[in-house]
């Protein structure tokens, strides 16, 4: 933009209207300056004005013009069509963009220079330190995943920092920046903050070095009484409503409100916190916690919902909060649940009670931990065959709130995976190993700080072999779709990945899943120096979850002699028929069970509270004008609807086969 100098009669007017200035030579203004809606105004440093035309329309239908009222500022740029005014104290050291409107705030101000929040340390996990993550407007739940927990490998994570610092110091500045299309309203001080495009920010009470990364695809909305200290706040994100974060990033599209408060966090995409409190946790995708009583601390936690009173202890009153634990993805705890750290729990088991034996289940996913008697009871695979596990599975991609077309996570959001059936897969053979060394007969068989009852323990073999079944047989069916075979070869040559990559262990890195060895191969380019930025960092992840179904192949085509004693390389056609039929099976017996434990939401039961005045025919008749009727509920629609099809799909293979027989 080109500026001027003011004319002598545009001074004189400003000062008849209380204006003033320690030197007018450094107050600059654009060619479509007009000073008519300037009024009471003290200028110091280098000031740039832009034009003053344009006018904001308020809720209510209210219309303020552009201009500058009541406020001092020192050495500020200001955008077209701005309204300033009614400041308190001043602005000082600030580039603000077009058509922004600041009003009845008490300072805005940079005093030094700021990262804005970059580089900031996050005491994750171990509130004593050891596992500290630094924070960035770049910052993945992924690339914090392996700077927090990679802590055996300390010259990566002298890399990471590195990059980190680098990053930070290069958005570092003594100037801050408010983007363009921003509403700052009735807030206190805003110190050292960077503020992006389309922000709002309405009642704040205190914010302190931070970043607001808000753009117009995903703007940022900051509520009444919120106090942020330290902090990034990644776009698309509202905060609201009291919330107090100190030393925290907040991720794309996550919302905190209901007076919740967070010191030394992380939240990544889509989380939601409420009422609560949380302390040290790393709260990958989907974390989720609504209510007064619930702690959260030093836990690493994705897809996850804690119950009401869920709470967690880090410490035993010996060295200091020094624990860990990890609730693997879409573990979830019920009303007053309780863990002492450390521990871990497998992926998508359902927490009860109170459990203090440190136990380790990784191995043991879609189980139930029950507190019984003082003691931890497992139930391996039972939640395999809940209506709500599926329905968790279901509902994440569609609350996926973000907006943003620069999406810092990457998340798999599929319930079956090499990560998880692996783990099935051990657990498999560690069930069949507790039976023989306890003895068929056992009525309990511990393991891990756990009890796991007989019929348990027969009952988990047999769900872990039926999403075994599931799993490696979509993925065959998935990879024969659509070609007519002419002869078993065809078959055989089909079946070949077309990459190396996926044999082996597969990780969740909170929210992406990936091969291991793919990740031990970018942690050694960034050991060496190969990968130094964090945006080309971010760029592997990216690929890796980009190739996550040719990965995912590799691993099952290794896996088919493993599981099923069938060379991948001899397959016939009448051994894919075999295959399809043990997952018709397996798909349907699945699908049965979670259809039966739908019915349960139907159950007389479940109608206690219903018609409060009348009958037990009245009773039915309010619970299905609330609820409905169990058959056309469209949950149970969809499962009824997905044995249909999927049984189609696996008679259309076998008919596809039976023709290479011929």
Same mark, same amino acid.
Request: with cysteine; glycine share 8%.
């Given at each position: 933009?080109?500026?001027?100098?003011?004319?002598?009669?545009?001074?004189?007017?400003?000062?008849?209207?209380?204006?003033?200035?320690?030197?007018?030579?450094?107050?600059?203004?654009?060619?479509?300056?007009?000073?008519?809606?300037?009024?009471?105004?003290?200028?110091?440093?280098?000031?740039?004005?832009?034009?003053?035309?344009?006018?904001?329309?308020?809720?209510?239908?209210?219309?303020?013009?552009?201009?500058?009222?009541?406020?001092?500022?020192?050495?500020?740029?200001?955008?077209?069509?701005?309204?300033?005014?009614?400041?308190?104290?001043?602005?000082?050291?600030?580039?603000?963009?077009?058509?922004?409107?600041?009003?009845?705030?008490?300072?805005?101000?940079?005093?030094?220079?700021?990262?804005?929040?970059?580089?900031?340390?996050?005491?994750?996990?171990?509130?004593?330190?050891?596992?500290?993550?630094?924070?960035?407007?770049?910052?993945?739940?992924?690339?914090?995943?392996?700077?927090?927990?990679?802590?055996?490998?300390?010259?990566?994570?002298?890399? !990471?920092?590195?990059?980190?610092?680098?990053?930070?110091?290069?958005?570092?500045?003594?100037?801050?920046?408010?983007?363009?299309?921003?509403?700052?309203?009735?807030?206190?001080?805003?110190?050292?903050?960077?503020?992006?495009?389309?922000?709002?920010?309405?009642?704040?009470?205190?914010?302190?070095?931070?970043?607001?990364?808000?753009?117009?695809?995903?703007?940022?909305?900051?509520?009444?009484?919120?106090?942020?200290?330290?902090?990034?706040?990644?776009?698309?994100?509202?905060?609201?409503?009291?919330?107090?974060?100190?030393?925290?990033?907040?991720?794309?599209?996550?919302?905190?409100?209901?007076?919740?408060?967070?010191?030394?966090?992380?939240?990544?995409?889509?989380?939601?916190?409420?009422?609560?409190?949380?302390?040290?946790?790393?709260?990958g995708p989907y974390t989720v916690t609504h209510h007064k009583s619930t702690l959260l601390i030093a836990g690493m936690f994705s897809f !996850?919902?804690?119950?009401?009173?869920?709470?967690?202890s880090n410490h035993m009153y010996k060295l200091g909060p020094i624990h860990q634990g990890v609730m693997e993805r879409g573990a979830k705890?019920?009303?007053?649940?309780?863990?002492?750290?450390?521990?871990?729990?497998?992926?998508?088991?359902?927490? !009860?009670?109170?459990?203090?034996?440190?136990?380790?289940?990784?191995?043991?996913?879609?189980?139930?931990?029950?507190?019984?008697?003082?003691?931890?009871?497992?139930?391996?695979?039972?939640?395999?065959?809940?209506?709500?596990?599926?329905?968790?599975?279901?509902?994440?991609?569609?609350?996926?709130?973000?907006?943003?077309?620069?999406?810092?996570?990457?998340?798999?959001?599929?319930?079956?995976?090499?990560?998880?059936?692996?783990? !099935?897969?051990?657990?498999?053979?560690?069930?069949?190993?507790?039976?023989?060394?306890?003895?068929?007969?056992?009525?309990?068989?511990?393991?891990?700080?756990?009890?796991?009852?007989?019929?348990?323990?027969?009952?988990?073999?047999?769900?872990?072999?039926?999403?075994?079944?599931?799993?490696?047989?979509?993925?065959?069916?998935?990879?024969?779709?659509?070609?007519?075979?002419?002869?078993?070869?065809?078959?055989?040559?089909?079946?070949?990945?077309?990459?190396?990559?996926?044999?082996?262990?597969?990780?969740?890195?909170?929210?992406?899943?990936?091969?291991?060895?793919?990740?031990?191969?970018?942690?050694?380019?960034?050991?060496?120096?190969?990968?130094?930025?964090?945006?080309?960092?971010?760029?592997?992840?990216?690929?890796?979850?980009?190739?996550?179904?040719?990965?995912?192949?590799?691993?099952?085509?290794?896996?088919?002699?493993?599981?099923?004693?069938?060379?991948?390389?001899?397959?016939?056609?009448?051994?894919?028929?075999?295959?399809?039929?043990?997952?018709?099976?397996?798909?349907?017996?699945?699908?049965?069970?979670?259809?039966?434990?739908?019915?349960?939401?139907?159950?007389?039961?479940?109608?206690?509270?219903?018609?409060?005045?009348?009958?037990?025919?009245?009773?039915?008749?309010?619970?299905?004008?609330?609820?409905?009727?169990?058959?056309?509920?469209?949950?149970?629609?969809?499962?009824?609807?997905?044995?249909?099809?999927?049984?189609?799909?696996?008679?259309?293979?076998?008919?596809?086969?039976?023709?290479?027989?011929?």
């Amino acid at each position: 933009m080109d500026y001027r100098k003011l004319s002598d009669a545009e001074i004189s007017a400003l000062q008849s209207k209380n204006c003033s200035a320690e030197d007018w030579n450094n107050i600059l203004v654009s060619n479509y300056f007009s000073h008519n809606h300037i009024q009471n105004v003290n200028f110091s440093g280098l000031v740039k004005i832009g034009a003053m035309s344009g006018y904001f329309l308020l809720p209510g239908g209210v219309k303020k013009n552009s201009g500058l009222r009541n406020v001092r500022l020192h050495n500020v740029v200001i955008g077209d069509n701005c309204c300033i005014e009614n400041v308190h104290n001043y602005i000082a050291n600030y580039e603000i963009g077009d058509n922004t409107l600041i009003e009845n705030v008490d300072a805005v101000y940079v005093d030094r220079v700021s990262t804005f929040g970059n580089a900031t340390e996050v005491s994750v996990l171990n509130e004593t330190g050891g596992r500290e993550v630094l924070i960035t407007d770049k910052l993945s739940a992924h690339y914090a995943y392996i700077m927090a927990l990679y802590r055996h490998r300390p010259a990566l994570i002298t890399r !990471m920092k590195e990059a980190a610092l680098y990053y930070a110091r290069k958005h570092s500045s003594a100037t801050g920046h408010i983007g363009s299309n921003v509403k700052i309203q009735n807030v206190g001080t805003i110190s050292n903050v960077k503020i992006g495009d389309f922000c709002s920010i309405i009642g704040a009470s205190r914010i302190n070095n931070t970043s607001f990364n808000s753009n117009e695809s995903a703007p940022i909305n900051i509520g009444h009484g919120v106090v942020i200290d330290n902090c990034i706040i990644a776009s698309g994100s509202c905060i609201e409503d009291g919330v107090m974060l100190n030393r925290c990033f907040v991720g794309q599209a996550c919302q905190l409100g209901h007076n919740y408060s967070a010191s030394d966090s992380l939240f990544f995409s889509n989380c939601q916190g409420e009422n609560g409190e949380a302390c040290a946790i790393f709260a990958g995708p989907y974390t989720v916690t609504h209510h007064k009583s619930t702690l959260l601390i030093a836990g690493m936690f994705s897809f !996850m919902n804690a119950g009401s009173g869920s709470n967690q202890s880090n410490h035993m009153y010996k060295l200091g909060p020094i624990h860990q634990g990890v609730m693997e993805r879409g573990a979830k705890t019920t009303s007053d649940s309780y863990i002492l750290w450390p521990a871990r729990v497998g992926a998508f088991s359902l927490v !009860m009670g109170r459990h203090v034996h440190h136990a380790d289940t990784s191995n043991l996913p879609f189980s139930y931990l029950i507190e019984q008697n003082n003691s931890t009871y497992l139930v391996p695979g039972v939640n395999l065959r809940s209506v709500g596990t599926i329905r968790d599975a279901q509902k994440w991609p569609k609350r996926d709130k973000r907006t943003d077309s620069n999406l810092l996570d990457y998340i798999n959001y599929n319930l079956l995976s090499p990560y998880t059936v692996q783990k !099935m897969m051990k657990g498999l053979t560690l069930l069949q190993n507790l039976r023989k060394a306890s003895g068929e007969l056992s009525d309990i068989y511990s393991y891990q700080g756990t009890k796991i009852r007989n019929s348990s323990l027969l009952n988990g073999i047999s769900f872990y072999n039926t999403a075994i079944h599931k799993f490696m047989g979509n993925s065959i069916i998935k990879r024969l779709e659509n070609i007519n075979f002419c002869d078993n070869s065809e078959i055989q040559a089909r079946l070949i990945p077309d990459s190396p990559i996926g044999d082996g262990e597969w990780v969740d890195i909170s929210g992406l899943i990936a091969p291991k060895s793919e990740i031990d191969n970018m942690v050694a380019e960034i050991e060496c120096g190969e990968l130094n930025k964090l945006k080309s960092m971010n760029a592997e992840f990216e690929r890796l979850h980009r190739n996550y179904y040719s990965y995912e192949w590799t691993w099952v085509y290794n896996h088919i002699e493993i599981f099923y004693g069938i060379k991948p390389t001899e397959i016939t056609s009448t051994d894919v028929i075999d295959i399809v039929e043990k997952w018709k099976t397996a798909v349907v017996g699945l699908d049965k069970m979670v259809y039966e434990d739908a019915r349960k939401e139907f159950s007389l039961a479940s109608m206690t509270g219903f018609g409060a005045d009348g009958s037990r025919i009245e009773k039915e008749l309010d619970f299905e004008q609330v609820r409905g009727d169990f058959e056309s509920n469209p949950f149970v629609i969809a499962i009824t609807d997905h044995i249909t099809a999927k049984t189609a799909l696996g008679d259309e293979l076998i008919s596809r086969m039976k023709a290479v027989d011929a």
